[in-house]
């Protein structure tokens, strides 16, 4: 469980099918990769698990984003189950706003999985030197995020992790959601505690049991801190941000436009039951809204909107855009799998 962040035309016509995605045809996925393909490069990001390196095809020539995961880590801190679960969703998955998966493979140390690379940086960063977005800046943001999460709902996938430091910026000044290690296969209901506090819905601090209404609960929060610079509910604490959750009361910066507040409180709707998303009409509720009036919803999913940032990315390895880290070896203590027991039909 996360509990911090890690940083201060026709409305109504849908985008094509979620079976025929376009805008990154051009990938091909690896059918036996390894880590001698690879040359290894900066780190881009690290976790509890692992870290995310910069990577080249040596034959290709590409860069991708290598997701190297110790195996001791994922044993340690029980979420092998969790790791299965992220990479099958992954190879599941294929959309123009959502980081792919190109492959995965392991050894007795780590789990590799090798993703597009996205050289924009966060979408956090980009929104903390902004302060807040203006309104039609929000619209093409948010608007990315509603066809991303109509696209994983139709596959019964719920994200849970919503927030501006899981929205990295293509070359294109799209938007790519990444991170998916929150993200589940519900049919019903599950009732895991997990989340980055700003973000969680009342169902989930409650543990009545959520769905994929959480998603546009998180959407809510999104929109208000792009409009504001700030989340709605926030406190010091996570404890005091979960009590004003539960108050549930609003207080709207003057930068937020009447239709914004009213969409902001329809996704913001304690009762699931009643909130824009998960109604009789599902999506469609938000994508007819009139705060995305403007937004022509086929000409987003094709790309051909102009973005309203463009990042500064000098090559397809320019690494400019992220933080710098300390290297590493990545090395860890090999795991014994007996018969492939714990991660044997991982990769």
């Avoid at 005091?240 to 539960?246: A, T």
Wanted: hydrophobic share 40%.
């Amino acid at each position: 469980m996360k509990l911090f962040r890690k940083k201060d035309t026709d409305p109504t016509a849908s985008a094509p099918a979620p079976s025929a995605p376009i805008g990154d045809a051009a990938l091909e996925k690896y059918a036996a990769p390894n880590l001698g393909m690879f040359k290894l490069k900066a780190t881009l990001g690290t976790g509890t698990f692992g870290r995310v390196k910069l990577v080249q095809d040596k034959e290709t020539k590409r860069h991708h984003a290598l997701k190297i995961l110790k195996k001791s880590e994922v044993i340690r801190l029980k979420q092998v189950e969790h790791v299965k679960n992220e990479k099958h969703i992954l190879m599941q998955m294929h959309h123009p706003f959502l980081v792919n998966m190109l492959g995965c493979f392991q050894n007795d140390r780590n789990i590799y999985m090798v993703l597009e690379y996205v050289p924009g940086g966060e979408l956090f960063s980009l929104l903390r030197r902004e302060n807040k977005f203006a309104n039609d800046v929000a619209v093409f943001y948010a608007g990315q995020i509603v066809l991303a999460f109509e696209y994983m709902h139709s596959m019964n996938i719920v994200y849970r992790d919503l927030k501006p430091e899981n929205l990295l910026i293509g070359a294109d000044g799209y938007l790519k959601i990444t991170d998916f290690g929150f993200a589940k296969f519900v049919e019903d209901r599950t009732w895991t505690l997990c989340g980055t506090p700003e973000y969680l819905a009342p169902e989930i601090i409650q543990s009545r049991g959520h769905n994929k209404s959480v998603d546009w609960w998180a959407l809510g929060i999104l929109i208000y801190e792009m409009l504001a610079g700030y989340p709605p509910f926030y406190d010091e604490t996570p404890f005091g941000i979960y009590q004003k959750i539960l108050k549930g009361n609003i207080e709207f910066s003057r930068s937020i436009s009447k239709e914004g507040r009213d969409l902001i409180r329809r996704l913001l709707t304690a009762d699931r039951t009643k909130r824009y998303g998960s109604l009789k009409n599902g999506v469609a509720d938000i994508k007819t809204h009139e705060w995305f009036r403007s937004l022509d919803w086929d000409a987003l999913y094709q790309k051909k909107l102009k973005a309203p940032f463009i990042p500064r990315v000098k090559s397809d390895s320019d690494t400019s855009n992220f933080d710098e880290y300390p290297e590493s070896d990545g090395m860890s203590a090999p795991i014994v799998d007996q018969d492939g027991a714990l991660f044997g039909d991982l990769c």
